[in-house]
Each structure stands twice: as structure tokens, then as C-alpha cells.
């Protein structure tokens, strides 16, 4: 069964207000993540990642918080916009192994 | 620059027909490649993955196989197609296994 899982399927908000994306994973041994975003149809691009010796990764508008005591992971869209509507997926790697991916957050960013 | 092919994008075939699925990575040598299925609403199930020509690592038991004929060929086949086969496949690369993966655009897969 899939070890990254997420605490909520669907997320709606407001054009320019910020999002929160979540992810649980289960693994203690993990030690590199990765946010991809998947737009309809199309594969998943990479957005951000983050090794575990991390806690926080800053991209373009784009925030990644790990916190591996409670193993969980987020990543934060500043000023939403509706391009950023996709499915964002966390995936978390073993020590080289696959990626591992959760079930994914449809994020719906409403004008 | 890096580019992955994968055809075609859409295919619908009838219960018990053969499947083949054609990716190819340009721009890099001796890529990992893996096969992903991804099921509605669903997150991305690891059905293959490849480190080097001829081979081939299987995640999952099923009615699906995986040919690396060449170094940046990638082929994912069935001979009688299940309606459980229905699916988005995806094709992905890798430098190093592990590390962030490059997907193509997909085929859409409906067996009827």
C-alpha cells in the first residue's frame, strides 16, 4: 500500500489568497520529498523539493515545510492564481530508492 | 535539453486485445525509466521501473509487461488487455533513482 497519504482530498480558494497543501508520510526512514503539480491530462511537473536534513525550502512562490517529528509535510502557494488549479502530489524517496507517491490534493483557485 | 516522448495520448481497445505503449527520452544516456499508472482520483502506482537495457523490475503482479529494448526505449505491453487495465500511464525518467523524475504526457487507456 502507499506510505504518503493526505489530509484532504480537494482544496478550494480564493484567487491571491495563499494555499496549503498537506501530506502525511509514514516512513521515518524517508529522507528527500518531492511536490510535483499535475494539471488535467497531462503528467506531473516538478514544483519543489526537500531533503530531510531541511525543514523549510523556498522556491518561486512556493513554500515546503517538513516537519519530521510528526512526519508531515506542506507546501504553501503564495498568491494563488488560477493557473496553479492542478493535483499536487507529495512524493517521498527511501535511501535512492522509487518515489513513492500520495493520492494527490485537487487545488480549485476561484476568480 | 532533456525531452520524453510517450504515444500515443488516448487508445481504446476491446477486452483481450494486445496493448503496446511506446516511450523514448532524448537528450540523456542510460536514464532510469519507470512505468506509472495512475487510476481516477488516484495517486501514481510504480508498475515497472529500468536501470539499464534488458532490465526490467516489476512492482506489482499483473497483467502488464515492460521491454527496455534500447537505452532510451521504454515499452509497456499486455497481450489480452482486462477492463481492469483502464488507466493513465505515464512514462518517467530519471538521472538517478530517487531523485526527481520527469514525466511525459501520458496515454489514456480505455479497455470496453
Known amino acids: 500500500g502507499e506510505s504518503v497519504g493526505l489530509h484532504l482530498p480537494t482544496l478550494s480558494v480564493q484567487e491571491g489568497d495563499n494555499s496549503i497543501i498537506n501530506c502525511a508520510y509514514s516512513n521515518s526512514a524517508s529522507d528527500y520529498f518531492i511536490w510535483y503539480k499535475q494539471e488535467s491530462g497531462k503528467g506531473p511537473q516538478f514544483i519543489i523539493d526537500?531533503?530531510?536534513?531541511?525543514d523549510k525550502r523556498q522556491g518561486q512562490r512556493v513554500t515546503v515545510l517538513l516537519n519530521k517529528t510528526v512526519k508531515h509535510l506542506s507546501l504553501q502557494i503564495a498568491a494563488t492564481q488560477p493557473g496553479d488549479s492542478a493535483v499536487y502530489f507529495c512524493a517521498e524517496n527511501v535511501m535512492n530508492n522509487d518515489m513513492r507517491f500520495g493520492a494527490g490534493t485537487r487545488l480549485t483557485v476561484k476568480p | 535539453s532533456q525531452t520524453i516522448h510517450q504515444w500515443p495520448a488516448t487508445l481504446v481497445q476491446p477486452v483481450g486485445s494486445p496493448l503496446s505503449l511506446e516511450c523514448t527520452v532524448e537528450?540523456?544516456?542510460?536514464?532510469?525509466l519507470y512505468w506509472y499508472r495512475q487510476a481516477a482520483g488516484r495517486g501514481l502506482q510504480l508498475l515497472f521501473y529500468?536501470?539499464?537495457?534488458?532490465?526490467i523490475s516489476s512492482e506489482v503482479p499483473q497483467n502488464l509487461s515492460a521491454s527496455r529494448p534500447q537505452d532510451r526505449q521504454f515499452i509497456l505491453s499486455s497481450k489480452k488487455l482486462l477492463l481492469s487495465d483502464s488507466g493513465f500511464y505515464l512514462c518517467a525518467w530519471s538521472l538517478y533513482r530517487g531523485t526527481e523524475a520527469f514525466f511525459g504526457q501520458g496515454t489514456r487507456l480505455t479497455v470496453v
Open positions: 529500468s536501470v539499464g537495457i534488458g532490465q
Open positions: 537528450g540523456t544516456s542510460n536514464p532510469n
Open positions: 526537500i531533503r530531510s536534513n531541511m
